[in-house]
Nanobody, 126 residues
Framework: VQLQASGGGLVQAGAFLRLSCAAS????????MGWFRQAPGKEREFVAA????????YYADSVKGRFTISRDNAKNTVYLQMNSLKPEDTAAYYC????????????????????WGQGTLVTVSS
């Protein structure tokens, strides 16, 4: 599967953005999907993930209550709605896909994802 992320930009603190990740392939609905981010000089970190069916979602504590992950399997797209953005949310955001995700730990570990899109940059000014 190939992934194409979009929707990043420069916004002020408190604003919102919606990231999209479009996937190629007819088996998108079988993939667990995740969003990760990497700020300059920092390691990549988990942001949010969603099961193939959309029945369960997972969030990093730092974004819980502000970000919402969703997916539309008919459109082969996963979304990340980001509200109340903070300067510390500034990073390159990456979407990722995997088929062998079982436990919550699997969904939050970037090592368990085999497919990655290019990053989309989110910059939040104070």
């Amino acid at each position: 599967v190939q992934l194409q992320a979009s929707g990043g930009g420069l916004v002020q603190a408190g604003a919102f953005l919606r990231l999209s990740c479009a996937a190629s392939g007819r088996t998108f609905s079988t993939y667990g999907m995740g969003w990760f981010r990497q700020a300059p000089g920092k390691e990549r970190e988990f942001v949010a993930a969603i099961r193939w069916s959309g029945s369960r979602t997972y969030y990093a504590d730092s974004v819980k209550g502000r970000f919402t992950i969703s997916r539309d399997n008919a459109k082969n797209t996963v979304y990340l709605q980001m509200n109340s953005l903070k300067p510390e949310d500034t990073a390159a955001y990456y979407c990722a896909a995997a088929t062998a995700l079982y436990s919550p730990t699997d969904y939050t570990s970037d090592r368990d994802y085999g497919y990655w899109g290019q990053g989309t940059l989110v910059t939040v000014s104070s």
